[in-house]
């Protein structure tokens, strides 16, 4: 480490701090046998921040007894990985039971140092970038005890790292709450959609019938192919991995009007859905015109509300429809099957425009929701970055 750290911290090699072993056993197929709490090498990088606050596995006692157990405060490590940025991602066990790590973890037991204020210190910035400096490989990444045990850390006073740990413990507890409350409204949010999408709830003032009708009678494909170059449309293009999984949000837009590519274009109110892998649930309702690439379908209503097909396409039963696509490395919804999907339809175009228009307020509830997520974990963040190395000192 370059930076200059408080004249009362030593920097110091982890190695002295504690003690290395390795985890052992749980296979893929083994990881729900049973009741006993254990942590996969996969699921530090996708289910467990800087403190392991849940288990996603489950083992047998049998499987128990060829696995590594763990104690509170033990810190696990990723020992494999498919970069070198985030290999070496880990968590501090602070449970107070029973609990086993599997193979291609490495167990770290500290002998002093508060141990969550050790997983902080081990998921910085600054640390990430030894480790990548001293992982393995290319095509799958490792990093070994050896290197672990030479990471160079800044390590305060221990009353310091206890009021650090909770510092940032509770803004974590901030980030984790949202995150609660988002998984929360995004179910109330889908279970509205089944009702409301299937007349099992009516909105109310709406008693008119409805009728059941194929996707290729209220949606088209606007099989509208345009060249970019120089083409004004195109500077707004969308790439299917500008559009946010699950969200609709656009994440930028790109300017294709420099170069020579085929694309579809779109209108202002078309709902465009991702084909490619359809089960990545990618769609977008235009507020502009444009274009987009052609793994991408711009959909153009047919004699319903646009509001009302936005949300058809969000459906579980809809992505189940598209899933059922042709290829196997890269699917691609099918639109033979797609357009001879079935949904039912309300015949009044209001009662269609107020369904959308409900649906799409909760959207914009979770949408702000998700904002206040992103400036919380970017209030963290620059906690770590300030705290962890003696730039800010807590009183």
Sequence with gaps: MNDVIPDDWELVNLGT???????????????????????????????????LRAHRSFISLEISKSARQIKCGDILFAGSGETKEEIGKCTGFLGDYEAFAGGDIIVFRPNGPDPR???????????????????????????????????????????????????????????????????KKRLIKQGAMQDLLTARRRLPGFTG??????????????????????????????????????????????????????????????????????????????????????????????????????????????????CEAYGTHMPRADWGKIATYQIQVPVDLKEQEAIGDVLADMETEIQSLESRLTKARAVKEGMMQNLLTGRVRLV
């Excluded at 197929?29 to 467990?48: C, K, N, Q």
């Excluded at 209220?218 to 991995?241: H, M, S, W, Y």
């Excluded at 946010?244 to 790109?254: D, S, Y």
Aim: charged fraction near 20%.
């Design 17 to 51: 701090l504690g003690s290395f072993a390795k985890g052992a056993g749980i296979r893929k197929d083994e990881a729900l046998s049973g009741e006993i709490p254990a942590v996969r090498y996969g699921e530090l990088y996708t289910d467990h921040p800087e403190i």
């Design 117 to 183: 204020f050790l997983a902080y210190m081990l998921n910085s910035a600054s640390i990430a970038k030894q480790k990548a400096q001293r992982a393995q490989g290319d095509a799958v990444v490792h990093i070994y005890p050896d290197a672990l045990s030479r990471l160079s850390l800044p390590l305060p006073p221990f009353h310091e790292q206890q009021a650090i740990a909770a510092a940032l413990s509770d803004a974590d507890g901030v980030v984790a709450g949202l995150e609660r409350v988002i998984a």
């Design 209 to 322: 019938e409805w009728e059941v009708k194929f996707f290729g009678q209220i949606a088209k494909i606007r099989n509208a192919k345009v060249q970019t170059f120089g083409n004004p449309v195109a500077q707004n293009c969308i790439e299917l991995e500008q559009v946010e999984h699950e969200t609709g949000r656009i994440l930028f837009w790109a300017d294709a009007t420099t170069r020579t590519t085929v694309k579809y274009a779109f209108e202002m109110g078309d709902v465009l859905f991702g084909r490619l892998r359809p089960y990545l649930r990618k769609f977008h309702r235009a507020n502009k015109e444009g274009v987009c690439s052609t793994e991408i379908w711009p959909l153009m209503s047919q004699g319903i509300d646009s509001g009302f097909l936005y949300q058809v396409v969000q459906s579980d039963g809809f992505i189940a429809a598209a």
